[in-house]
Nanobody, 126 residues
Framework: QVQLVESGGGLVQPGGSLRLSCAASVPNLSSYVVTWFRQAPGKEREFVAR????????YYNDSVKGRFTISRDTAKNTVNLQMNNLKLEDTAVYYC???????????????????WGRGTQVTVSS
């Protein structure tokens, strides 16, 4: 059973920055396509950003493009989400997710993913 743990959430003012991290109980997280989702109160969980296997192209929700950057830290075996110029509407619980296998290239729907962390709260407020 793969376990995922998100960290780095918190309270930040509009325009501020946070860096989220996703750690997994797998020996080589680079073998997986990894995706960040978020869920705001009363809303469905939505796709935020996806990082493919090394050499591929990252993919972002239009609402975060140019402000968020997803990346891998291979030394720490983590996937990070750098969030800049945060807006009130970025407030949500942020989750990282993995598909069911290293040979699967998932889409942007939650049903494409088998493994989920418990999430980390990001609150943007003045």
């Amino acid at each position: 059973q793969v376990q995922l743990v998100e960290s780095g959430g918190g309270l930040v003012q509009p325009g501020g920055s946070l860096r989220l991290s996703c750690a997994a109980s797998v020996p080589n997280l680079s073998s997986y396509v990894v995706t960040w989702f978020r869920q705001a109160p009363g809303k469905e969980r939505e796709f935020v950003a996806r990082i493919p296997w090394p050499g591929g192209t990252e993919y972002y929700n239009d609402s975060v493009k140019g402000r968020f950057t997803i990346s891998r830290d291979t030394a720490k075996n983590t996937v990070n989400l750098q969030m800049n110029n945060l807006k009130l509407e970025d407030t949500a619980v942020y989750y990282c997710a993995l598909p069911g296998g290293t040979n699967i290239y998932p889409g942007v729907r939650t049903k494409d993913y088998l493994y989920w962390g418990r999430g980390t709260q990001v609150t943007v407020s003045s």
